[in-house]
């Protein structure tokens, strides 16, 4: 069945940087767009926003409240997204979910990221 397993995720200063890892599997990970989500504290699932996306060919979007300081990547081989976060701010704080978007409604545990001020 489709899985994803997210870790990475830890307690930091606001500026500071962390990177994300989630493998996927139960599908054919090289054919599917990849995107990260998140939901904030106090936040409904159905209110996960959207933080990126790369496409099988790698081409990556981002909302404007984090392009710039985020960036997605793939690695076919280990079937594994990544997400690398800078210029942490306290409203980054969130559990970070991975799926694609295509299969449905699949999502793993997620990782807690905190920004401390």
């Known amino acids: 069945q489709v899985q994803f397993v997210e870790s990475g995720g830890a307690l930091v200063q606001v500026g500071g940087s962390l990177k994300l890892s989630c493998v996927a599997s139960?599908?054919?990970?090289?054919?599917?767009?990849m995107s990260w989500f998140r939901q904030a504290p106090g936040k409904e699932h159905e209110e996960r926003e959207w933080v990126a996306s790369i496409s099988s060919i790698f081409w990556a979007n981002y909302p404007k409240s984090v392009e710039g300081r985020f960036t997605i990547t793939r690695d076919n081989g280990w079937n594994t997204v990544y997400l690398e976060m800078n210029d942490l701010r306290p409203e980054d704080s969130a559990i970070y979910y991975c799926?694609?978007?295509?299969?449905?409604?699949?999502w793993g545990q997620g990782t807690q990221v905190a920004v401390s001020s």
């Open positions: 799926t694609s978007v295509e299969l449905g409604p699949h």
């Open positions: 139960g599908f054919t990970f090289d054919n599917h767009v």
